[in-house]
């Protein structure tokens, strides 16, 4: 998989995000797929877009009164396995 991140992850209102781009649509569709299983997974469910070939996270839990907590940091780290 061919990809470029915009920046390690950030963490800014109350939110963990990063931009991840890829060659196209299908090789982006294909890592959300993956990113999904993953989030299912761990029963935590990312806020995300998609638009051509970049996909954006906004990661808190919202059960925590949408700030970031451990479970982000996991689903971060998961999704960055998912790139190297």
Known sequence: MNTRSTAMWQEENNQ???????????????????????AEKM?????WTNTYNQVSFQLSTHDAGNTVTEKDRKLAEAIDKLIE
Request: aromatic letters at 18%; a neutral charge.
């Open 43 to 47: 029963d935590h469910h990312p806020t």
């Open 16 to 38: 963990l995000t990063r931009t991840f781009t890829f060659r196209d649509f299908s090789e982006a569709f294909a890592f959300m797929t993956r990113v999904a299983l993953i």
